[in-house]
């Protein structure tokens, strides 16, 4: 049993930041070249308000935080839409804002509800972990 | 131009063979601002979904750059490990049309060496078609 892992229990929220950078990085890791991600122009040519970060970055991100809420328990399901754009500056940073609950315990699985937000705007829709408790 | 309809149900060949290595986790870890350790990121199955896509993108003569992600989940039958060695093979399970995009549902099964299931990764591909 996980500490903390009861239903109701809310974790403390995490924020991590976002810089062009990190897309790049993120891009090489990840071999994915989508130059929305990159380039400025090629992003708002397909109707977009700028260089936006990988969804699969902020879902990443999520990840993260389960892994540290929960010390590292098994991963069983995760998964979201993609709601919003997180859009990342050419110069500095945004931050993303990882917060999230127990919604269920049972067959020793806990689900997780989460939410995601850049500028309090949520960025992922019905964010979703189960671990195993 | 739209999404050919008689895609839906097709599934398409296994991607090459992925070894899971250290560098490669590491580098995965680190993108996304972690310290790295011996655990595989949770959304690191993504590397062998995004192969299968891009075969498929590549095969219907999508352009990457056209394609938004609108859904992903993941269901984990085990973790990754390193060391392990997989592949990936997409079905397309759902195609439709809203107001000029194609909306792709597809589901790349990933399996070991053995063979055995590993991850199933759902991804929901937002096709913005673009001048037809």
């Known amino acids: ?133 | 131009m739209p999404v050919d309809q008689s895609l839906v149900g097709r599934e398409f060949p296994p991607t090459s063979q992925r070894t899971v290595t250290t560098d490669e986790v590491a580098a995965f870890a680190t993108a996304l601002g972690a310290v790295p350790d011996d655990t595989v990121p949770p959304t690191y199955p993504i590397v062998l979904a995004f192969d299968a896509m891009n075969a498929f993108l590549a095969s219907e003569q999508i352009d990457l750059f056209r394609i938004i992600h609108g859904e992903q989940r993941f269901a984990y039958e085990r973790p990754v490990r390193i060391g392990d060695t997989l592949t990936a093979t997409l079905t397309v399970a759902s195609l439709r049309q809203i107001g000029g995009a194609d909306i792709i549902g597809t589901s790349s099964a990933i399996h070991d060496a053995d063979g055995a299931l590993v991850c199933t990764a759902k991804a929901t591909l937002v096709h913005t078609g673009g001048a037809a």
């Open chain 1, 1 to 133: 049993m996980i500490a903390g892992l009861v239903v109701g229990a809310a974790f403390e929220p995490i924020t991590y930041p976002v810089t062009r950078a990190d897309l790049v990085s993120y891009a090489a890791a990840a071999g994915d070249p989508n130059p929305i991600h990159q380039d400025e122009d090629v992003a708002r040519s397909v109707g977009l308000p700028g260089v936006i970060a990988h969804g699969m970055l902020t879902l990443g991100l999520a990840g993260r935080a389960v892994a540290t809420w929960t010390d590292g328990a098994e991963v069983v399901e995760l998964g979201c839409k993609f709601t919003n754009p997180v859009v990342v500056p050419a110069e500095g940073s945004v931050e993303v804002v990882v917060s999230g609950s127990v919604k269920k315990i049972e067959d020793g699985l806990a689900t997780l509800a989460l939410e995601v937000t850049c500028n309090d705007v949520k960025v992922l829709g019905m964010p979703k972990a189960v671990v195993r408790a």
